[in-house]
T-cell receptor, first 114, second 114 residues
Framework: GNSVTQMEGPVTLSEEAFLTINCTYT??????LFWYVQYPGEGLQLLLK?????DKGSNKGFEATYRKETTSFHLEKGSVQVSDSAVYFC?????????????FGSGTRLQVQP | NAGVMQNPRHLVRRRGQEARLRCSPM?????VYWYRQLPEEGLKFMVY????????ESGMPKERFSAEFPKEGPSILRIQQVVRGDSAAYFC????????????FGSGTQLSVL
């Protein structure tokens, strides 16, 4: 079946540090890949997505590249801010249109210190 | 525009009681998904509903759990005779159409079973 594995947290960084949160997946075919973010007390929000190999999703300074050869979709940001403190979820949507449910990773908590 | 509204935010039940979780999708959205997040785990898909129809319930436990999305009113996730293992965060998401790439999540209901 489909699965998503992401690095355990918490990840603690100082402001302006470089961020990488690793995400790898297992799926048949060519799934779509997503990063969602959950700020304290709020629901998950779509951060970025990529729908085919070598696509790069980007938003708010965050980037992730769909790597088919390594089945990865690592999240990166060049300079984090305190306001980026949140839980980040990697997710995939199966290829095709039959099953519509997203498969999520366990989430990685990011803490950015001033 | 109001986002996806879930209530209550926190629900405490004793073993054997019933839990009812409510989800009002975003205005204009007719597709609702329920996910469960156990401690230290990712979000697990439970059920996908459209108005008055259950489309995919492959993630629902076979017993004690049920879901509905009536023509009028919110979607309801009902858990009968709760047990301690049901303690989790339950998230609802809605979308405007059949694509799973535009999901909007609520803030979740934290169910605690004593």
């Amino acid at each position: 079946g489909n699965s998503v594995t992401q690095m355990e947290g918490p990840v603690t960084l100082s402001e302006e540090a470089f961020l990488t949160i690793n995400c790898t997946y297992t799926a048949t075919g060519y799934p779509s890949l997503f990063w969602y973010v959950q700020y304290p007390g709020e629901g998950l929000q779509l951060l970025l997505k990529a729908t085919k190999a070598d696509d790069k999703g980007s938003n708010k300074g965050f980037e992730a590249t769909y790597r088919k050869e390594t089945t990865s979709f690592h999240l990166e940001k060049g300079s984090v801010q305190v306001s980026d403190s949140a839980v980040y979820f990697c997710a995939l949507a199966p290829a095709g249109t039959g099953r519509r449910a997203l498969t999520f990773g366990s989430g990685t908590r990011l803490q950015v210190q001033p | 525009n109001a986002g996806v509204m879930q209530n209550p935010r926190h629900l405490v039940r004793r073993r054997g009681q019933e839990a009812r979780l409510r989800c009002s999708p975003m205005k204009g959205h007719s597709h609702v998904y329920w996910y469960r997040q156990l401690p230290e785990e990712g979000l697990k898909f439970m059920v996908y509903l459209q108005k008055e129809n259950i489309i995919d319930e492959s993630g629902m436990p076979k017993e004690r759990f049920s879901a509905e999305f009536p023509k009028e009113g919110p979607s309801i996730l009902r858990i009968q005779q709760v047990v301690r293992g049901d303690s989790a965060a339950y998230f609802c998401a809605s979308s405007p159409g059949t694509t799973n790439e535009k999901l909007f999540f609520g803030s979740g209901t934290q169910l605690s079973v004593l």
